[in-house]
Structure formats: C-alpha cells, structure tokens
C-alpha cells in the first residue's frame, strides 16, 4: 500500500488560489488512478477530482469543474490539485488516495487516510 502524506492547504480570501500536493511512498505509485476528496465540518467525506495513472484522462466533481485541475508526475510520485476561485463553501480538509471506479462515480481504494490538509476560505 501507498502511503501518502498531502500539503499546500491554508487561508484564502474567497476567489483566490491555492495548490495542494500529495506524496506518494513507493515505487507502485503509477500503478495507481489517483484522487482528491474533501471533508467539510458535519458532513461526509466527498469526491473531488480524479486522475488516471498515466495522467492521459481526469474527471473532476461538478462543483468543482472549470475551477480545480488534478495532475500528477509520475516521476516525483505526487499529485496536485490547482484550486482557482476558491468559494468559502470549498473549505474542508483535503485528502488524496487511490482510487478506482469510472464515469459513474470514483471511490477511494485505500482504507487508511493521510492527514489531510486544511483549506480555509473566507468570504
């Protein structure tokens, strides 16, 4: 299994920017679709965006689509998450993992999480 330790997270005013990294261990990593969820207070764990292993394709949740770009190097086993227009309702403390699934939803393939990293963006 892919350990995996996520960072880039912090303040933002609302339409501003920020760009998340996720460090993968191993040499499996691009063995692996990869993705970013988020986890707002009170409520559950979401999907965010996801990406392929050769990073060919990506696929990003609605409220997100045209705002956030997932992309990968494969020879840096990390992965990104470019955040544009940040809206105070994107704060929520990200999380990458693996992930497996297709047009009809992407699931996370791990059981065990990172530490996530703290988006906060103020109105």
């Known amino acids: 299994q892919v350990q995996l330790v996520e960072s880039g997270g912090g303040l933002v005013q609302s339409g501003g920017s920020l760009r998340l990294s996720c460090a993968a261990s191993?040499?499996?990593?691009?063995?692996?679709?990869m993705g970013w969820f988020r986890q707002a207070p009170g409520k559950e764990r979401e999907f965010v965006a996801a990406?392929?292993?050769?990073?060919?394709?990506?696929y990003s949740a609605d409220s997100v689509k045209g705002r956030f770009t997932i992309s990968r190097d494969n020879a840096k086993n990390t992965v990104y998450l470019q955040m544009n227009s940040l809206k105070p309702e994107d704060t929520a403390v990200y999380y990458c993992?693996?992930?497996?699934?297709?047009?009809?939803?992407?699931?996370?393939?791990?059981?065990?999480w990172g530490q996530g990293t703290q988006v906060t963006v103020s109105s």
């Open positions: 990406i392929t292993r050769g990073g060919g394709s990506t």
């Open positions: 191993g040499r499996t990593f691009s063995s692996y679709a």
């Open positions: 993992n693996a992930v497996y699934g297709g047009s009809l939803g992407y699931y996370p393939l791990f059981d065990s």
